[in-house]
């Protein structure tokens, strides 16, 4: 990830480590941690990074809170894996079947 956002010409303000299965009671709590830390305007957070489209949607309601954030506040999803951008129509596409998958 790092790697990734230093080739992008980007720079990381938090790292999350979101490993929890989305069987968990708790809804996977680091998950929403940081979805409430991007939508907070104040952390100026203008792209979410994940390695691999299994680490950022584990439902269909995390793909709708990540499209929630792109269509809302213009935040983009990018999955290493693949290079798939939300901001762009194809890597949307492909996020979205492949996170309905996951």
């Not at 790697?3 to 992008?8: D, T």
């Not at 939508?39 to 269909?60: G, H, L, M, P």
């Amino acid at each position: 990830i790092r790697a990734y956002a230093a080739q992008q010409g980007g720079d990381i303000i938090k790292v999350f480590r979101v490993a929890e299965s989305a069987r968990a009671s708790e809804g996977r709590r680091v998950f929403q941690e940081m979805l409430a830390f991007a939508e907070d305007r104040a952390n100026n957070v203008q792209c979410i990074v994940f390695k691999a489209v299994d680490r950022a949607t584990r439902n269909t309601l995390d793909l709708h809170r990540l499209e929630a954030l792109w269509e809302k506040w213009k935040i983009d999803v990018r999955i290493v894996e693949g290079d798939m951008r939300m901001s762009d129509a194809g890597g949307n596409l492909m996020i979205n079947m492949l996170g309905v998958w996951a």
